[in-house]
Structures are given as structure tokens and as C-alpha cells.
């Protein structure tokens, strides 16, 4: 039971930072790549980057936990493993009623475009997660 418990903790830590990282940081700069592309000008709003930032956190944590659960049932390849997980949240991200969803909506020749850079975004995001879970367990139960 402890080794489960550190296993859901683990996945919520590997989650949180990869979650931050590439789905936060990496979100928002893709974010502001697809309005460059669209024609829009401006910048910028440190309260926009913030809630992507912080999105990208909540859905680490959350999937990181999932990730931890199922640690013991897992596949030994970490990409495989990775994309999956990175796949689940994808599904979940679309599924979910978010209203930030709305702004893709503003770009309608580029909808296919969205879809795929932010799919893979979080392809990206589960691999990472994956290899960050299995880094923070060999050391964690080497102790």
C-alpha cells in the first residue's frame, strides 16, 4: 500500500512539472504562434499566460495521478506508455466543456492545424511525463 501511495505522489509531482512545462510554457508560446499565424497583432497578458500556465498544471496533476494509479498495470515502454496518457488527456481536453476551447473557434481555416499542433503538444507532454515518472521512481525506490 505505501509503495502504491508513492507511486499516486510521484505521478502527481512528474505530472506537475511536465504539466507546467510543456502544457503551461509550451501551451501558450503555441498559442501565440497560431495567433501570429491567424493575422493577429498584440501580445502578451501575464493574466492570460497565467491561466494557461496554471491549466497546464491542474491538467498535469490530475493526469499525473492518474498516471501514478496506474503505474503497477503499465507498459514497460516508456514512449508507449507516454503517448497514451498524453493521448487520455487530449481526449479529456476536447470532451470537457472549457471555455478557452472558444478561441480556436476565432481561426476556422486553421482548425485541422489547431488540432494537430496541440494533439501532438500533448503527445509531447505525456512522453515527457512518462520519462519524468520513471526517472523520479528508480530514484525514489533505490533509497
Known sequence: MRRFISYILL?????????????????RLMMRAMAIIGGLTGGFSWGGSLEVITLGALIGLCSGAFMGINYPYSFQNKVLWGLLHGLLAYLMILILPID????????????????????????????????????????????
Do not use: C, E, N, V
Not at 506537475?16 to 510554457?25: A, E, P, Y
Not at 503538444?121 to 519524468?132: D, E, K, V
Open 11 to 27: 505521478g502527481i509531482l512528474a505530472g506537475f512539472i511536465s504539466g507546467t512545462l510543456i502544457l503551461g510554457i509550451g501551451g
Open 100 to 143: 478557452g476551447k472558444g478561441a480556436a473557434l476565432g481561426f476556422p481555416d486553421y482548425q485541422f492545424t489547431i488540432h494537430i499542433l496541440f494533439g501532438g503538444l500533448f503527445l509531447l507532454y505525456g512522453i515527457g511525463m512518462a520519462y519524468l515518472f520513471h526517472s523520479l521512481q528508480a530514484k525514489w525506490h533505490k533509497k
